[in-house]
């Protein structure tokens, strides 16, 4: 039998790269091969020069159609096979051939926000839901939004094969969270963007749309992040690696947020569990620094420290291809 092969790529729309996707039909025993699309109608060709190409990078079951189905991850390349400007996962393929000997790890917590019927999923019509406070990892139905999305985004994770490490309700009404990781620079990225894929793939069923807006109600609401937790072997055996890796990210602390994400001014106001975007700390415990040291890795002396800066629709392939960079390099 052949089977369904369901190619997701990165388009080109700016500021922020969306996900599309289609069906190829395989052979039997065949490997999803190289495949294109029209750039023109994803902002990455001009029409009269359109052909782009789609090189697979990561292939899982697909939880959604089962049996022999596969999501297949792909980069974007251009007919020449050279990477097409909008590929950013080839920073995080250089970032691992330099300092993948320091064995990097990635935890990404990716937060995000469902809407129905035009506003976030809760929210009354014409008027405000009760103020923040009991929502985050609530339960009840006067407290939560979206549940049964949820559960099947985590279950459809899990049988793809995704390092899916939790999931919570978060403290505005109708955000949610999920945890990817450990893992590596590269394989960080491409699960993400699986993960998001599978996300908003499963929503749709349900005629919700979930999406990563770092801001989605101005005012006294939290925004959406994706806090990066971020080790190397060394800091995962000792603390002085820990310290400099916090001031590692000090010395290229604007250059970090310029591409942790679009409209990060908004969501980095100093409010809400951030620290303002214009200005870097760290600290142990700390909610409201830039970098945050986990108590446990204070205690044991190791461990890992937490990025908490990058927006919910930052690239994972941009923000890990920046700290390694940034950080490996001070630690070699
Ligand atoms: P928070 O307390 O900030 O809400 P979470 O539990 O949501 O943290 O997410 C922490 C993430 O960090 C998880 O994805 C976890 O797998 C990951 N993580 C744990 N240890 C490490 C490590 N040594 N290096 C990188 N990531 C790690
Ligand atoms: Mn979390
Ligand atoms: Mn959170
Ligand atoms: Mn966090």
Known sequence: MPYRAEYIWQ???????????????????????????????????????????????????????????????????????TPHETNTRVLAVEAEEMYGDQEPWFGLEQEYTFYKDGRPHGWPIGGFPAPQGGYYCGVGADEIWGRDVVEDHTWACMEAGLDISGTNAEVMIGQ????????????????????????????????????????????????????????????????????????????????????????????????????????YSYGVSDRGASVRIPWQVARDQKGYIEDRRPNANADPYVVASMMVNTICSKLA
């Open 11 to 81: 388009d080109g729309r700016k500021p922020t790269s969306l996900l599309r996707s289609k069906t190829k039909i395989v052979p039997d025993g065949a490997e999803p091969p190289i495949w294109g699309f029209d750039g023109s109608s994803t902002e990455q060709a001009p029409g009269d020069n359109s052909d782009c190409v789609l090189r697979p990078v990561k292939v899982v079951s697909d939880p959604i159609r089962g049996g022999d189905d596969k999501l297949v991850m792909c980069d974007v390349l251009n007919p020449d096979m």
């Open 176 to 279: 949610w969270e999920f945890q990817i990781g450990p893992a590596g620079t590269v394989d960080v990225g491409d699960q993400l963007w699986l993960a998001r894929w599978l996300l908003y793939r499963i929503a749709e069923d349900y005629d919700i749309s979930a999406t990563l807006n770092p801001k989605p109600v101005k005012g006294d609401w939290n925004g959406a992040g994706m806090h990066t937790n971020f080790s190397t072997k060394a800091m995962r055996e000792s603390y002085e690696p820990i310290i400099a890796a916090c001031e590692a990210l000090g010395e290229k602390a604007q250059e970090h947020v310029k591409h942790y994400g679009a409209g990060i001014e908004d969501r980095l106001t100093g409010l809400h569990e951030t620290a303002p975007w214009s200005e």
